[in-house]
């Protein structure tokens, strides 16, 4: 009797094995593969030592419920670049930066979803992952002429933000700034 149950419960239990083995894999933390600056990069080394951000923007959808995510993500970004001391400014546009060459960084949201803290706490991992969507645009200020492009992405590990009760999750507006920071700093390397 106690073998019979074995048997019919075994191929059960390797499946849901598989199952949330596939889960777990699926709830992978993603990003923008962007080169990491390196450490002794210098200001010699770079196009531009003024920054400045013009105001981001979002698609129609997202309008209103990008105002905070974008308010951090460019704060992050610029405390970012400024930490690295490498810059001679880096600021908003109207706040008297720009006057001379420097590089304007502009930048549009078109996708968003950041997990409400409720909804991570009552369904974990299950509800799924935050993401983030930034399109960034280099642009040199005196010629106009377009330095880089690129689409960055950020989704973290729903698993990790299920275990760090939202703190990921919420995060995510942060390490878009970080990783705004690094391509930028990347994309202004003179080459040697």
Not at 7 to 22: D, G, Q, V, W
Not at 69 to 97: H, N, R, W
Not at 125 to 148: E, F, I
């Amino acid at each position: 009797m106690v073998t019979k149950i074995c048997r019919k419960s075994i191929p059960t239990f390797s499946c849901l094995i598989l199952i949330a083995s596939l889960i777990q894999l699926n709830s992978c933390a993603v990003r923008t593969e962007v080169q990491r600056p390196s450490i002794e990069i210098t200001r010699s080394d770079l196009k531009y030592l003024n920054i400045v951000f013009r105001d981001f923007k979002a698609v129609p959808q997202f309008q209103h419920a990008a105002a905070g995510p974008i308010a951090e993500c460019t704060a992050m970004a610029m405390s970012y670049l400024q930490s690295k001391g490498i810059f001679e400014s880096v600021g908003k546009e109207g706040d008297g930066a720009g006057r001379q060459s420097c590089l304007l960084v502009e930048g549009m949201i078109t996708d968003l979803r950041i997990v409400g803290g409720a909804a991570r706490f009552w369904a974990g991992a299950m509800v799924g992952r935050s993401h983030m969507k930034l399109n960034v645009k280099l642009t040199d200020s005196q010629s106009g002429a377009l330095v880089a492009e690129k689409e960055l992405f950020g989704a973290p590990n729903a698993m990790g933000s299920t275990w760090s009760f939202g703190q990921t999750d919420r995060d995510l507006p942060k390490a878009m700034g970080v990783l705004l920071g690094d391509y930028i700093i990347v994309s202004i390397q003179k080459q040697k």
